[in-house]
C-alpha cells in the first residue's frame, strides 16, 4: 500500500572513497552554479564518504567546497589516519570473500563486525583517535546542523544498522569518522562501529522513505558487490521509494569517467578530475533535477 510523503525532500549522498566524495561535491557545485541548491534539502542521508560530504556542506557552499578539492596539492592514495594505506584491490577481495561465506546481509554485517572487532583488539588502541583527527581536519566542527541530518553505519558488536543525527549522543565529527569507518571498528564510548556502506549499499536511500521528492547521488553508480537477491541494490530502494509515492531521480558519474572510481577510489591525485567530472554532470542535469526539486 503506498504511504503518503510526509518530507518534501530529501538528498541522498553516497559512498564512493576520496574519489566519490570530490565527485559529490563536484555535482553540488555544478548544480548551484546553474541555480539549483540542493543543500537546503530537508533531510540530508549521507554514507561514507557523502556522510563527510553532507557535514562539509553544513560549512562552506558548494563553490567554496569545489575550489578547494580543485586547489589541492596532488598526492598519492588517501592516509587513513597514520599509516600506509592497503590497497584497495586487496579490500575488495577481503569484502568479496566474506559476502561469498555469507548467508545474508546481517550474517555479513555480523562477520564484518567481527573481524573489526578483533584487529581492533590486537592492534595499539590508538587507531579511533588518529582517525578522529584525520576526519576532524576535513569537516568545520564538530557541531550538527539544526536541520535533518542522518549519517549511516553498522553496529560492528551487533552487525545491526546505525543510524545517526543530532540526537544521538555522538558529535558531528565521530559520526562521519563511524561512517567512513571501512577497515577498522570506530570507538565511540563504548561503541564500536563500521562503514555506513555495509548497512545495505553505498546509498541507503531507503531512509528517505516518506520523501515527497528524492535525488540519490551515486558516485559507485548503483553498483554492489552483494548480490542482488540480498535486496540491498540501489535499483530495488529506487523501486520502493517510487512504489510508496516518492519522486526519485539518480544521478551516476558518466560512463567516460568511471574509471576515477572502483579501485581507484582511495587515490587523492584524482580528487580534482573526479569533481571536475561532477561538476560537468550536475550543470548538465539542473534543468531535469530542477523540476523535481521545486
Same mark, same amino acid.
Do not use: K
Given at each position: 500500500?503506498?504511504?503518503?510523503?510526509?518530507?518534501?525532500?530529501?538528498?541522498?549522498?553516497?559512498?564512493?572513497?576520496?574519489?566519490?566524495?570530490?565527485?559529490?561535491?563536484?555535482?553540488?557545485?555544478?548544480?548551484?552554479?546553474?541555480?539549483?541548491?540542493?543543500?537546503?534539502?530537508?533531510?540530508?542521508?549521507?554514507?561514507?564518504?557523502?556522510?563527510?560530504?553532507?557535514?562539509?556542506?553544513?560549512?562552506?557552499?558548494?563553490? *567554496?567546497?569545489?575550489?578547494?578539492?580543485?586547489?589541492?596539492?596532488?598526492?598519492?592514495?588517501?592516509?587513513?589516519?597514520?599509516?600506509?594505506?592497503?590497497?584497495?584491490?586487496?579490500?575488495?577481495?577481503?569484502?568479496?570473500?566474506?559476502?561469498?561465506?555469507?548467508?545474508?546481509?546481517?550474517?555479513?554485517?555480523?562477520?564484518?563486525?567481527?573481524?573489526?572487532?578483533?584487529?581492533?583488539?590486537?592492534?595499539?588502541?590508538?587507531?579511533?583517535?588518529?582517525?578522529?583527527?584525520?576526519?576532524?581536519?576535513?569537516?568545520?566542527?564538530?557541531?550538527?546542523? *539544526?536541520?535533518?541530518?542522518?549519517?549511516?553505519?553498522?553496529?560492528?558488536?551487533?552487525?545491526?544498522?546505525?543510524?545517526?543525527?543530532?540526537?544521538?549522543?555522538?558529535?558531528?565529527?565521530?559520526?562521519?569518522?563511524?561512517?567512513?569507518?571501512?577497515?577498522?571498528?570506530?570507538?565511540?564510548?563504548?561503541?564500536?562501529?563500521?562503514?555506513?556502506?555495509?548497512?545495505?549499499?553505498?546509498?541507503?536511500?531507503?531512509?528517505?522513505?516518506?520523501? *515527497?521528492?528524492?535525488?540519490?547521488?551515486?558516485?559507485?553508480?548503483?553498483?554492489?558487490?552483494?548480490?542482488?537477491?540480498?535486496?540491498?541494490?540501489?535499483?530495488?530502494?529506487?523501486?520502493?521509494?517510487?512504489?510508496?509515492?516518492?519522486?526519485?531521480?539518480?544521478?551516476?558519474?558518466?560512463? *567516460?569517467?568511471?574509471?576515477?572510481?572502483?579501485?581507484?577510489?582511495?587515490?587523492?591525485?584524482?580528487?580534482?578530475?573526479?569533481?571536475?567530472?561532477?561538476?560537468?554532470?550536475?550543470?548538465?542535469?539542473?534543468?531535469?533535477?530542477?523540476?523535481?526539486?521545486?
Amino acid at each position: 500500500m503506498n504511504t503518503t510523503p510526509i518530507t518534501p525532500r530529501a538528498l541522498v549522498l553516497g559512498g564512493g572513497g576520496s574519489t566519490g566524495n570530490a565527485w559529490l561535491i563536484g555535482v553540488v557545485a555544478g548544480l548551484f552554479d546553474a541555480g539549483l541548491d540542493v543543500t537546503a534539502a530537508d533531510l540530508t542521508i549521507g554514507t561514507s564518504a557523502g556522510s563527510t560530504a553532507a557535514a562539509q556542506l553544513t560549512g562552506a557552499t558548494p563553490p *567554496e567546497l569545489y575550489t578547494a578539492v580543485l586547489a589541492a596539492a596532488p598526492r598519492r592514495q588517501a592516509d587513513r589516519g597514520g599509516g600506509p594505506v592497503p590497497p584497495v584491490g586487496d579490500h575488495l577481495g577481503r569484502l568479496t570473500a566474506t559476502i561469498d561465506a555469507a548467508a545474508d546481509v546481517a550474517d555479513f554485517r555480523r562477520r564484518l563486525g567481527g573481524s573489526a572487532i578483533e584487529a581492533d583488539a590486537a592492534s595499539d588502541g590508538t587507531w579511533s583517535a588518529r582517525w578522529r583527527a584525520t576526519v576532524a581536519a576535513r569537516l568545520p566542527g564538530a557541531r550538527w546542523p *539544526e536541520r535533518r541530518v542522518l549519517l549511516t553505519a553498522v553496529d560492528a558488536r551487533t552487525g545491526e544498522p546505525a543510524v545517526f543525527d543530532r540526537h544521538a549522543g555522538a558529535d558531528l565529527v565521530d559520526a562521519v569518522a563511524a561512517s567512513c569507518s571501512s577497515g577498522h571498528a570506530y570507538r565511540i564510548g563504548d561503541g564500536r562501529y563500521l562503514d555506513g556502506g555495509y548497512r545495505a549499499n553505498a546509498e541507503n536511500a531507503d531512509l528517505a522513505a516518506g520523501s *515527497e521528492r528524492v535525488l540519490v547521488l551515486s558516485p559507485l553508480g548503483g553498483r554492489s558487490l552483494m548480490p542482488s537477491h540480498w535486496g540491498t541494490h540501489l535499483a530495488t530502494q529506487v523501486d520502493d521509494l517510487r512504489a510508496n509515492g516518492s519522486r526519485v531521480e539518480t544521478v551516476v558519474p558518466a560512463n *567516460e569517467v568511471e574509471h576515477l572510481f572502483g579501485r581507484r577510489a582511495m587515490d587523492v591525485s584524482l580528487r580534482p578530475a573526479a569533481a571536475r567530472a561532477g561538476y560537468a554532470e550536475g550543470r548538465a542535469r539542473a534543468g531535469v533535477l530542477a523540476a523535481l526539486w521545486g
